[in-house]
């Protein structure tokens, strides 16, 4: 069954600089959240988005942002990098209103962005 | 709002031994519940999930977890350990705060599989 996809699986890039992670859902599923999981850490829940647009947020910093396309792809940009904002990304999918989702999700790889 | 507490981030068990991770939340709504397990360089995966009604659940890989509203606990078990068990599980709870069901993972326990 096809799964979540997400790219790049690796990035390394300088502070101040920008990077930018894709995320491709399960077909069908209309629900993408982006998460931040640091080193040793439990994952941050940073945004979502329910048919295009944002239905929740969380520790999402200013410096980034995020938006779901019409092919409900969702694309998580990242400016001014930090040294910490190392850390793994992972994007989810989950079918429906979040609103009436029970909260199970369904993950993909991760995108392990590295500042130098 | 909700949290959920996994107390000790390691832990160590023979192979064919038991296994007991634990996990606590709190949460102003009725819970939903989850274990998701994440080996090596992967995303996590939902191991099981308690919704609503019998409240001892059964996953994959024969682990299961008892929801006990009386002490806030959904503590994750298997009867015998494997090698292929090693890895990092992590607890999540969702309710409806606010209109939605965002879940709120816990640290995360590494369970390490001695032979």
């Known amino acids: 069954a096809a799964g979540v996809i997400q790219s790049p699986r690796h990035l390394i890039k300088e502070k101040r600089e920008t990077a930018t992670l894709k995320c491709y859902p399960i077909?069908?599923?209309?629900?993408v959240y982006w998460y931040q999981q640091g080193p040793g850490q439990d994952p941050q829940f940073l945004i979502s988005?329910?048919?295009?647009?944002?239905?929740d947020k969380g520790s999402i910093p200013d410096r980034f942002s995020a938006q779901q396309f019409s092919d409900y792809h969702s694309e998580l940009n990242m400016s001014s990098l930090e040294l910490g904002d190392s850390a793994l990304y992972f994007c989810a999918s989950s079918s429906g209103d979040p609103g009436t989702n029970t909260g199970e999700l369904f993950f993909g790889e991760g995108s392990r962005l590295t500042v130098l | 709002a909700q949290s959920v507490t996994q107390l000790g981030s390691h832990v160590s068990v023979s192979e064919g031994a038991l296994v007991l991770l634990r996990c606590n939340y709190s949460?102003?709504?009725?819970?939903?519940l989850f274990w998701y397990v994440q080996y090596p360089n992967q995303g996590l995966q939902l191991l099981l999930k308690?919704?609503?009604?019998?409240?001892l659940v059964k996953g994959i890989n024969g682990f299961e977890a008892e929801f006990k509203k009386s002490e806030t606990s959904f503590h994750l078990t298997k009867p015998s350990a494997h090698m292929s068990d090693a890895a990092e599980y992590f607890c999540?709870?969702?309710?409806?705060?606010?209109?939605?069901?965002?879940?709120?993972f816990g640290r995360g326990t590494s369970l390490i599989v001695h032979p």
């Open positions: 988005f329910y048919e295009k647009m944002q239905s």
């Open positions: 949460s102003s709504v009725p819970p939903y």
């Open positions: 077909p069908r599923h209309d629900t």
């Open positions: 999540a709870v969702s309710g409806a705060s606010g209109g939605s069901y965002i879940p709120t």
């Open positions: 308690y919704t609503t009604g019998a409240t």
